[in-house]
């Protein structure tokens, strides 16, 4: 430990320049932020289910300033545009979104830093496209989210229903909130976000609207995900990934709040697997956002991670850069 705070007062110290992503995707666009030097090791940052990348605001200035970090708004999220009308919002469609933002960003090699359903975009990502990914951290995420096979059917047939559903219902306005009362309402839905997190996730969350604000975030992505994978199909994934992979797992966070009692049973191979490949496992003091509200707590071990796996490399990949 005393090596990882040592790197960290070496590496992660100083002012970072920040500018603004947006990529034209088929419906509309893909927004984001952009940090550090335009010819740095290239970082890719995915936030979880509802946030948006203001989830990274804390942590990346924490992080060693050699990297460019790209922080995606997932589609539907934050600023970026919503999917057309009868789409689902699914992993497999957020690896193809990865796909086309390095495309335009000229990456053929890079890491992923996940935050929750950013980790399993990123396990999977990962998994099929193996040999553009170098390292990757999963914060609060075991990269992938298996169903038990008995229940896919159910769970997909819930989907479709509230899908159907949701386009039968009359076009109603969003509900307009001050700023204050959106602040409530985003931490009585998220009981692990401070204050101070909260304000950091609006930037991005909120729509300024006649009357007051809106929630930026698409309805759809309360819906159910139609696209399951088994616990055997996920540990088949996993095993085809190549890149260096950094669990960081807190104490009181995803699997003590939010997983369902068999997806703990599935946590335990999952975690098994990435020991069994080398990969490391390495349990925090915190929630499920400590990431957000305490970096200082995870910092120190992605930039060890960071610092070993990829910064200290010997060989250099070409097409680091992009301009934007």
Not at 27 to 49: A, D, F, M, S, T
Not at 133 to 160: H, N, W
Not at 229 to 255: H, K
Request: with cysteine.
């Amino acid at each position: 430990m005393i090596r990882f705070y040592k790197n960290f007062r070496n590496l992660c110290t100083g002012p970072m320049k920040q500018t603004e992503l947006s990529v034209p995707v088929p419906w509309g666009e893909i927004r984001g932020k952009i940090w550090g030097p335009e010819n740095g090791r290239p970082v890719l940052c995915l936030h979880g289910w509802a946030d948006n990348c203001g989830s990274f605001n804390t942590l990346i200035p924490l992080l060693p300033k050699e990297c460019r970090y790209v922080a995606m708004d997932l589609a539907g999220h934050g600023l970026s545009s919503h999917r057309p009308p009868g789409v689902f919002y699914t992993f497999p469609s957020y690896v193809i979104d990865i796909q086309r933002v390095v495309d335009t960003l000229r990456w053929r090699r890079f890491s992923i830093l996940g935050h929750s359903m950013g980790g399993n975009i990123a396990g999977m990502f990962s998994a099929l496209f193996p040999e553009m990914v170098d390292a990757c951290v999963m914060l609060d995420s075991y990269g992938f989210l298996p169903t038990d096979a008995k229940e896919m059917a159910k769970i997909m047939r819930q989907g479709i229903d509230d899908m159907l559903q949701f386009e039968k219902k009359p076009e109603q306005s969003k509900r307009v909130y001050t700023y204050e009362k959106a602040v409530e309402r985003l931490l009585a839905a998220n009981p692990t976000l401070t204050e101070a997190s909260a304000h950091n996730l609006l930037e991005r969350g909120l729509v300024q609207v006649e009357g007051g604000v809106v929630f930026s975030r698409d309805f759809r992505i309360n819906l159910k995900n139609i696209a399951r994978i088994s616990l055997e199909q996920s540990l088949e994934m996993l095993s085809t990934i190549q890149a260096s992979v950094l669990v960081l797992l807190a104490n009181e966070g995803f699997e003590k709040m939010f997983a369902e009692p068999d997806q703990k049973k599935f946590s335990s191979e999952l975690l098994q697997a990435y020991r069994h490949k080398n990969h490391s496992v390495v349990r925090v003091p915190g929630d499920h956002h400590v990431h957000l509200n305490n970096p200082e707590v995870v910092a120190p071990l992605v930039c060890e991670f960071l610092q070993s796996k990829v910064l200290s490399s010997t060989v250099r990949d070409d097409g680091l850069t992009a301009n934007l």
